[in-house]
């Protein structure tokens, strides 16, 4: 089976590398702080979008849909969406859907400048979701994604949420039930 998103991942791979080897040494942009406040913008733009329901207007208005191999991994995905295409066809609505809301907020946003025209983002995203009669859900991803400046403004070209493993969630599960007498207790004794 052909995996267009192995060639996809070379080459974004390789130019990450280029990127990163062009700037060693150098500034991260002429003006940085502006630089990471525009892709920070758009970042959030792209959140109130999906909040609103208006998650089909983030690939025709926020992404370069002149790159063929733009990349995105949804977490519930089991695999690479490659173009744009398949983006929009992920993403549009559905003809008699059961109504859904959703909340997509952003903690700890880091940009960084990879040059003038490319920089990168991640930001930790608590998401909650209840789509219907489905019970209501949460979940907490990581994202990973790159932007390109083009003559419309930033645009993303890759995007990637990773969740956290199974057994990292049952820890965190596990230990955000410990009672805080116990916590205490615990704390003291480990003196």
Do not use: C
């Amino acid at each position: 089976m052909k995996r267009p998103w192995r060639t996809s991942a070379l080459w974004l791979a390789r130019a990450v590398a280029v990127a990163a080897a062009a700037t060693a040494g150098i500034a991260a942009a002429s003006d940085g702080s502006t630089l990471e406040a525009e892709v920070s913008r758009v970042v959030q733009d792209m959140a109130t979008r999906w909040e609103q329901g208006r998650r089909h207007t983030i690939v025709t208005d926020l992404w370069d849909t002149a790159d063929a191999r733009a990349i995105y991994l949804a977490g519930e995905q089991p695999d690479w969406l490659v173009g744009t295409a398949a983006m929009q066809a992920y993403l549009a609505p559905r003809p008699n859907s059961p109504p859904s809301v959703s909340s997509y907020v952003i903690e700890q946003l880091r940009v960084r400048a990879l040059s003038n025209e490319l920089a990168i983002a991640t930001w930790n995203l608590d998401y909650q979701f209840k789509r219907g009669d489905l019970a209501a859900m949460r979940e907490r991803l990581r994202v990973t994604a790159m932007l390109r400046r083009t003559n419309s403004g930033w645009k993303f070209f890759y995007y990637a949420e990773s969740p956290k493993s199974s057994l990292t969630y049952l820890r965190e599960l596990y230990e955000s039930i410990v009672t805080p007498e116990f916590k205490a207790k615990a704390a003291s004794a480990a003196r």
